[in-house]
């Protein structure tokens, strides 16, 4: 129990912390490149946040949220999803007066679903996404669709589809909802429990059931009944990707586990993720800022998972490449001489080597087998005698050769020979 991390979440180790901080750096940059500013919030907030944006009836809040109560008494959830957080800080923090459209990001935060794991679905998960508050126009949610594919394939990965839905406004949905009860009322003994309880209150989420695609395939599509605006939207939307040379799949019973979303609602899948396919998910919110207690302020996102990203691009074998060794390992001959040798580690790190030292009072055999293990291709061997003369001896642990350097050239000699390292294997490579 005690060496046992909680169901469906994840120790990341340092070979996979490294892949995480790539992915993380990759993102940085090209919300850099499309102008979107970073925005970190609490890995908690009020539980009624959550209830009133993603939806009270949705799997979500239903089922999947960390509900606590604080020694105050306050009901806390663990963030479940971003959007709801970013409403609520872009209002608390002012942003709302900012020029518009505010566009913000957050990459690779924890979020944190009670859901049943499997491969790509998990407790506590992290997510990097993109909210635009304060643009109605349909050129925003291109950007935003365009910014998500441009993440993705910016890393290698092909064979995504793109799925592309709009589920209307609060103008044209009730007429929708109407004529899908009337379509699901014939099978309404053969559903599912959820979607029974839905019936009412969310006919919409029926479309997504997974037990039984058969009432969904054959319900009437949402696209026939937009109201002549969510139509020009949708027009729109469709042209600005069709100028970016985007492809994209129309899927008219796409509809998303979440409450707020209006008109624009899209889905990045992968092939090679399984069950859980979905790599990336997102749309328009137009009602949820003013449902939140600020000024009308329409708005649009997405947020994609970074497990399921880190698992796809291994399944394509583009996950990015575990750390190198160190550069140079620093060792003592001797005990009397451990002091230099940690002093002169801590030089050359200051001139930009990584360096690793003895930590465990080996001999100086066992210290170098140590370096080889840990791929260092140059170890220094301080030694009282060499230090004696102001020097050390250089060994190249891969040709088995060494020379002794000065002290005070011994930072640009080995600069010189990583640099001409790196260079042939990047040749190589
Ligand atoms: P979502 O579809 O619930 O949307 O989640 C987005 C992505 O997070 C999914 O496509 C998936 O990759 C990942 N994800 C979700 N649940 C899990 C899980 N249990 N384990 C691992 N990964 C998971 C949202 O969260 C919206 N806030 C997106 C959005 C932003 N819409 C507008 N702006």
Avoid at 419 to 426: D, H, L, N, Q
């Amino acid at each position: 129990m005690l060496t046992r991390r909680p169901r469906g979440t994840n120790d990341v180790l340092p070979v996979e912390a490294a892949r995480w901080r790539a992915l993380e750096s990759h993102i940085h940059r090209l919300a850099a490149a499309y102008g979107y500013g970073e925005v970190r919030t609490p890995l908690f907030e009020h539980a009624e946040l959550f209830q009133r944006s993603v939806g009270q009836d949705t799997d979500i809040v239903e089922k999947e949220m960390y509900v606590f109560v604080d020694r105050a008494g306050r009901r806390l959830a663990l963030r479940p999803e971003g959007t709801a957080a970013v409403v609520r800080a872009f209002l608390e923090g002012g942003l709302s007066a900012a020029p518009l459209p505010v566009k913000l990001y957050y990459a690779g935060s924890a979020m944190f679903r009670y859901d049943r794991p499997e491969a790509g679905r998990y407790r506590q998960f992290h997510q990097a996404g993109v909210e635009v508050l304060g643009s109605s126009d349909p050129a925003a949610d291109a950007e935003v669709v365009a910014l998500a594919v441009d993440l993705l394939t910016g890393l290698g990965l092909g064979g995504l589809e793109v799925r592309l839905n709009s589920i209307g406004c609060p103008r044209c949905r009730p007429a929708y909802r109407e004529r899908l009860r009337e379509h699901y009322r014939p099978y309404l003994d053969r559903l599912c429990e959820d979607c029974r309880r839905r019936f009412d209150g969310n006919p919409l989420r029926l479309l997504d059931c997974k037990v039984d695609r058969g009432p969904a395939e054959a319900a009437p599509p949402l696209t026939a009944f937009l109201c002549d605006e969510c139509t020009r939207h949708f027009r729109a939307l469709q042209g600005y990707l069709n100028a970016l040379g985007l492809t994209y799949t129309l899927d008219p019973r796409l509809v998303r586990g979440l409450d707020y979303y209006t008109r624009t609602v899209f889905e990045v899948t992968h092939p090679r993720l399984g069950a859980q396919s979905s790599l990336c998910g997102g749309g328009r919110y137009d009602g949820l800022v003013e449902a939140l207690g600020g000024p009308p302020t329409p708005a649009v996102g997405f947020a994609l998972g970074m497990e399921r990203l880190l698992l796809a691009l291994e399944a394509e074998g583009l996950a990015p490449a575990a750390p190198a060794g160190p550069d140079v390992f620093v060792g003592a001959a001797g005990d009397g001489v451990r002091a230099e040798a940690m002093a002169l580690a801590a030089r050359l790190r200051r001139s930009g080597l990584t360096v690793e030292t003895d930590l465990s009072g080996r001999s100086l055999r066992a210290q170098l087998k140590h370096a080889a293990r840990l791929g260092a291709p140059f170890a220094v061997l301080v030694g009282e005698e060499e230090l004696a003369r102001g020097a050390a001896v250089l060994r190249h642990l891969e040709r088995g050769e060494q020379e002794e350097v000065p002290l005070d050239r011994l930072a640009e000699r080995l600069a010189g020979l990583v640099a001409g390292r790196r260079a042939r294997e990047g040749s190589a490579g």
